[in-house]
């Protein structure tokens, strides 16, 4: 095994036992919890602080204004028009005073309007049109069958897109009663619907439960690190499926207590 600095160790120790504070709100929440928290909201703040001046102001405001003086504020600059965002972003701290936060809705007005104006146009182009554009592509008969097992390329991925799109539009025509065929289609929009609201949720889930192995691996390989053995990895999947398994044992005891007693009406 490659041995590590002390300093290595150090931070990895550190990391393992935050990450098993933060499992600890599987239990309840608890102290040790909310200082991982806490800790996290700390240093993600600070982090996308140095962010946002190394990556945003210092290379598109400052780097412009630095040709000037700032004892003239940079209006001796060759670019004193950024100036005027300078003073708008300036303008957003009156917020913190109660007289003068009126002011703060200009600045933060003209940031929406011009958001708006760049995000609705993106928006439109990927989650709409390019959609409708997809939905509209031209059969490719030449590859029907395709090449490989569900060919979003193939032409019958194709047809069963668009009557997907059909099907689903009908379930949403309400003005005619869902009877007889045009039920049995908006039915079948129905299930298109729950598939692809299922395929989000799985990818959403796998998502979270990718982070939830990361970081059982992580614990793994502290565990060799300390221990410098082979099994680290067996000893940290054993003692996440003993807390799983307590859990689900406890929840069964206070489900079964709970179910006990008698209800109590309002």
Request: aromatic share 18%.
């Amino acid at each position: 095994m490659e041995a590590i600095s002390l300093g290595n160790f150090f931070w990895m120790t550190l990391g393992a036992i935050l990450t098993l504070c933060i499992f600890s709100f599987l239990y309840r929440d608890n102290p040790f919890y909310k200082f991982a928290e806490h800790l996290v909201v700390g240093v993600s703040a600070g982090y996308f602080t140095i962010l946002l001046w190394h990556n945003g102001l210092k290379p598109n405001l400052f780097d412009y204004l630095q040709d000037g003086s700032w004892y003239a504020l940079w209006l001796n600059s060759s670019h004193a028009e950024y100036m005027v965002p300078a003073v708008l972003g300036a303008l957003t701290w009156t917020r913190f005073s109660r007289k003068w936060s009126w002011v703060s809705r200009w600045p933060i007005a003209i940031y929406i309007g011009i958001a708006t104006g760049i995000s609705i146009p993106l928006a439109m182009k990927n989650s709409v049109n390019m959609q409708l554009f997809s939905t509209m592509r031209a059969i490719s008969w030449d590859n029907f069958l395709g090449t490989g097992y569900l060919d979003p390329t193939s032409g019958y991925s194709q047809v069963l897109i668009f009557i997907g799109m059909i099907a689903a539009l009908f379930y949403f025509f309400f003005s005619k009663e869902h009877i007889g065929v045009f039920n049995g289609v908006a039915k079948f929009g129905i299930g298109m619907l729950m598939i692809g609201f299922g395929a989000s949720f799985g990818f959403t889930v796998m998502g979270r439960i990718s982070l939830f192995v990361q970081r059982i691996q992580f614990m793994g390989d502290w565990s060799k690190t300390a221990w410098g053995n082979g099994g680290g990895n067996l000893l940290v999947w054993v003692v996440a499926c003993g807390i799983f398994i307590l859990l689900g044992i406890y929840e069964l005891i206070v489900f079964f207590r709970k179910k006990g007693q008698p209800q109590t009406s309002a």
